[in-house]
């Protein structure tokens, strides 16, 4: 049973730059969560993509863009980046209606903005 | 005030112990509770959930969740070097879809 997927391991970018990261959920799941999570803090939630809409949105900018792909893998866009948004940006994929919704995580994207 | 709240520790116990791990949340309209294990530089694993009041078994691990207290915990019996890592808190609250949120963690140390 293929767990959770991401891709690149680690990234280093440049202040206003773009970045794309990817994410395959995990087999029988169609929902897909992006959290960032800065050192020593908890994952903050982005957005959660269903059905190829964004469904759920956190407080993050406009700059935090996704989308959903058919065979339900997704991707994380950041444009123009900045310092701050040094961090592990982990992808949680669930199924809805499955138990309690519970989340697994990929083994997440280092991003390093310099 | 925020959604969920860890005291980050660190937590030490000597091994054979029963570390005990705890979570408060601001919203009553919480219903999942999650724990997750996350080892320095790696994402973190759902290792319990809960949702009714009272106590959750799984191998070593209990989840004890009290919702009119807002209060869910995690035992870890006979704790090994190998559960030193930070362990997060995640609710999932009515009505916000399967938007996690999650604690700060708190970091056990398993002493040999």
């Known amino acids: 049973d293929a767990g959770v997927t991401q891709s690149p391991t680690h990234l280093i970018k440049t202040r206003g730059q773009q970045v794309t990261l990817r994410c395959s959920p995990k087999?029988?799941?169609?929902?897909v969560s992006w959290y960032q999570q800065a050192l020593g803090q908890g994952p903050q939630f982005i957005f959660q993509?269903?059905?190829?809409?964004?469904?759920q949105r956190g407080n993050f900018p406009d700059r935090f863009s996704g989308h959903q792909f058919p065979n339900y893998s997704s991707e994380l866009n950041v444009n123009a980046l900045l310092l701050g948004d040094s961090a592990l940006y982990l992808c949680?994929?669930?199924?809805?209606?499955?138990?309690?919704?519970?989340?697994?995580f990929g083994p997440g994207t280092r991003l390093t903005v310099t | 005030q925020k959604e969920v709240e860890q005291n980050s520790g660190p937590l030490s116990v000597p091994e054979g112990a029963i570390a005990s791990l705890n979570c408060t949340y601001s919203?009553?309209?919480?219903?999942?509770f999650f724990w997750y294990r996350q080892y320095s530089g790696k994402s973190p694993e759902l290792i319990m959930f809960i949702y009714s009041n009272g106590d959750k078994e799984d191998g070593r691990f209990t989840a004890q969740l009290n919702k009119a207290s807002q209060y869910v915990s995690l035992l870890i019996r006979d704790s090994q070097p190998s559960d030193s890592a930070t362990y997060l808190c995640a609710v999932n609250k009515e009505n916000t879809g399967n938007q996690f949120y999650f604690g700060t963690g708190t970091s056990l140390t398993v002493i040999p």
């Open positions: 949680a994929s669930s199924h809805v209606g499955g138990g309690q919704n519970e989340q697994y």
């Open positions: 087999s029988g799941h169609d929902t």
């Open positions: 919203d009553r309209g919480s219903q999942s």
């Open positions: 993509y269903y059905e190829e809409e964004e469904r």
